[in-house]
């Protein structure tokens, strides 16, 4: 324990041990801000890891039994598994917890869990804006969510004084808080990460595919633009999968308007409209600045959060 | 001088001093590979940079003065500036000198120069897989080159000791030298680095139309996805316009697959069909390991080059 806040919640259940539960755990742990926390996974060998690495106090073979007792629960699996698992621990959540989610999606989340939520619970969605292409506990790590954003989607209905010691925890965890719909977080996530990621995960299948160019090929003479998009598209097959079939209104949408403005460029390239494309690729030099002098990212192309490191060999032709 | 090696050129002429320039003659003065290094480019102002912080040991007003005594001659213009230089320069090379580029397609470069280079000088073409998005000659650094591919396509007709020698002073920079047919090369550079940086620069123009959301949301809710498809939209306008119009075909062809492939997946997430999107992104997960396994990146996503960096909080949803 290196703060000496008193703990937020006297026990935390997470359901789901991956990434994202094990980093709020050690996290919690590091800042006492939990009392104790328990957890459940699906299978037994996951349980057993979160035990033996310390992430979890105690596991249960059942989110019903986990969720017994805690003052927090929070759903911290794939978002597509969210509304069965609600319906199993609704009758077992204690009066006037708070039950929460990390979900990539909110209105599917929201749809899929309020339904089951009693009225003495608080149900306060939530998406930490962190996470690596890394899965399972072994992956979490305690400054995941330093200086990131949370965004929490809380329902018109919400309780004031949950909300707030929620966010405490939240930013206990190191993190930025911020509250918007649920539909706007849906269209923001989908421009920001859910279509890239479409993206990238398309540009592999086609390096993949091609016959010409070996796999050792790409491999090997694998430049930055290609190695970053193979980094993003070796995340969790699952949790992507979900995520596209859960926000898939605002995917389809964002996707549409890309392929429109990519056929645009296509054409230049052919008809050969150089102004175009100087153009627009001056244009989307202003985002970039953007994003550096709001923090979200150094001009060392290290995505170093306070790591120092020598100048960039990163993009290339 | 950190290394005590003998010179490789007595004399190299670097035609464009911005960050590839830059970093060659970095690197070719911290391990003594160049007697002395002098150069030229376009403005007045870039010139005096380059002299100023001790890119060269001198800069002419005009290329063809640059070139003259030079037994290696470096254009590091982008690659639509080309050929005029090459133009300009013939009459003046040396006999016996090697003429090299590093421009990002290798193709159009050579229709464009070879017809200018007289016999008697070896015209040798060739591109390092390395690059930041920063240009002019402040960008540069000496160790740009250490460890990344530099691929040479030299012609059939070409001396091989002028190419041993060239490959020399390559390694000597701390560069892995590979050579390959020119027409290969653009597609495997159109498959790993241009189609990648046109998706990305498209991406970061749809952000930049989309009304529901503002350039302030954007910029920070950016998350990993869009972010490292900023920072890849962020590279010089110049360079990449020249880039895709030199290397149409090649990346028409690869756009071509890559909205096929794209509409699959489009289809899919309308259709419901999670097995399609579980597969195909369990696929691309190889391909990355593959990359890891190379050494062309780590499993760390600061893309560090022998940095230590603590636990990544990079890829997000
Ligand atoms: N990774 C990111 O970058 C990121 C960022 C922000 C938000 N999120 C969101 O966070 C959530 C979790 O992601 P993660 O990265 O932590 O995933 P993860 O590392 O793959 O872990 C998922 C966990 O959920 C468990 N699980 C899966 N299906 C289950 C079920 N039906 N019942 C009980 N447990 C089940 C898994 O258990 P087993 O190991 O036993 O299968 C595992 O412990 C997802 O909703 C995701 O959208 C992820
Ligand atoms: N950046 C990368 O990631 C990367 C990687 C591999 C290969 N390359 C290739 O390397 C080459 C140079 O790229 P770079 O990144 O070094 O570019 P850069 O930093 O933008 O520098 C370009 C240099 O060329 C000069 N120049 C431009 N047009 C000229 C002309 N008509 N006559 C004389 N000089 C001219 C510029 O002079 P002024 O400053 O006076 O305009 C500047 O010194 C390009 O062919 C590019 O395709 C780039």
Same mark, same amino acid.
């Given at each position: 324990m290196t703060g000496a806040a008193a703990?937020?919640? @006297?026990?935390?259940? +997470?359901?789901?041990?991956g990434l994202i539960a094990a980093s709020m755990a050690h996290a919690m742990r590091d800042k006492g801000l939990a009392g104790s926390i328990v957890g459940h996974a699906r299978s037994a060998e996951t349980r @057993? !890891?979160? +035990? %033996?690495?310390?992430?979890?106090?105690?596991?249960?073979d059942t989110a019903a039994e986990a969720v017994r007792d805690a003052d927090l629960v929070v759903l911290a699996v794939p978002v597509g598994a969210?509304?069965?698992? @609600? /319906? %199993?621990?609704a009758p077992h959540l204690a009066p006037g917890a708070t039950l929460t989610d990390v979900g990539s999606v909110k209105q599917a989340v929201i %749809? /899929?869990?309020?339904?089951?939520?009693?009225?003495h619970v608080h149900f306060i969605p939530g998406h930490p804006l962190a996470g690596t292409e890394h899965s399972g506990p072994r992956a979490g790590f @305690? !400054?995941?969510f330093v200086n990131r954003w949370w965004l929490l989607t809380p329902l018109p209905e919400a309780n004031a004084q949950a909300v707030a010691r929620l966010e405490d925890l939240l930013r206990g965890l190191g993190a930025n808080v911020d509250s918007m719909e649920p539909a706007h977080h849906?269209?923001? +996530?989908a421009v920001t990460s859910h279509t890239p990621h479409l993206i990238a995960y398309t540009m592999v299948g086609v390096a993949d595919h091609l016959r010409r160019v070996t796999e050792s090929e790409i491999v090997k003479y694998s430049a930055a633009g290609f190695r970053d998009f193979t980094r993003i598209a070796a995340s969790d097959p699952t949790m992507w999968r979900d995520v596209f079939l859960t926000n898939r209104e605002a995917t389809l949408d964002? +996707?549409?308007?890309?392929?429109? %403005?990519l056929f645009v460029l296509q054409r230049a390239i052919r008809m050969g409209d150089g102004q175009l494309l100087h153009d627009y690729f001056t244009r989307?030099? /202003?985002?970039r600045r953007g994003i550096i002098e709001a923090g979200q990212d150094t001009a060392a192309p290290d995505f170093g959060r306070g790591a120092a490191v020598p100048p960039p060999a990163e993009a290339d032709s």
């Amino acid at each position: 324990m290196t703060g000496a806040a008193a703990p937020v919640y @006297a026990r935390v259940a +997470l359901i789901g041990l991956g990434l994202i539960a094990a980093s709020m755990a050690h996290a919690m742990r590091d800042k006492g801000l939990a009392g104790s926390i328990v957890g459940h996974a699906r299978s037994a060998e996951t349980r @057993a !890891t979160a +035990l %033996e690495i310390g992430v979890v106090d105690a596991v249960f073979d059942t989110a019903a039994e986990a969720v017994r007792d805690a003052d927090l629960v929070v759903l911290a699996v794939p978002v597509g598994a969210m509304g069965a698992i @609600a /319906a %199993e621990i609704a009758p077992h959540l204690a009066p006037g917890a708070t039950l929460t989610d990390v979900g990539s999606v909110k209105q599917a989340v929201i %749809e /899929a869990v309020a339904p089951h939520v009693p009225a003495h619970v608080h149900f306060i969605p939530g998406h930490p804006l962190a996470g690596t292409e890394h899965s399972g506990p072994r992956a979490g790590f @305690a !400054t995941l969510f330093v200086n990131r954003w949370w965004l929490l989607t809380p329902l018109p209905e919400a309780n004031a004084q949950a909300v707030a010691r929620l966010e405490d925890l939240l930013r206990g965890l190191g993190a930025n808080v911020d509250s918007m719909e649920p539909a706007h977080h849906d269209l923001v +996530l989908a421009v920001t990460s859910h279509t890239p990621h479409l993206i990238a995960y398309t540009m592999v299948g086609v390096a993949d595919h091609l016959r010409r160019v070996t796999e050792s090929e790409i491999v090997k003479y694998s430049a930055a633009g290609f190695r970053d998009f193979t980094r993003i598209a070796a995340s969790d097959p699952t949790m992507w999968r979900d995520v596209f079939l859960t926000n898939r209104e605002a995917t389809l949408d964002i +996707l549409g308007r890309f392929t429109e %403005e990519l056929f645009v460029l296509q054409r230049a390239i052919r008809m050969g409209d150089g102004q175009l494309l100087h153009d627009y690729f001056t244009r989307t030099r /202003a985002i970039r600045r953007g994003i550096i002098e709001a923090g979200q990212d150094t001009a060392a192309p290290d995505f170093g959060r306070g790591a120092a490191v020598p100048p960039p060999a990163e993009a290339d032709s």
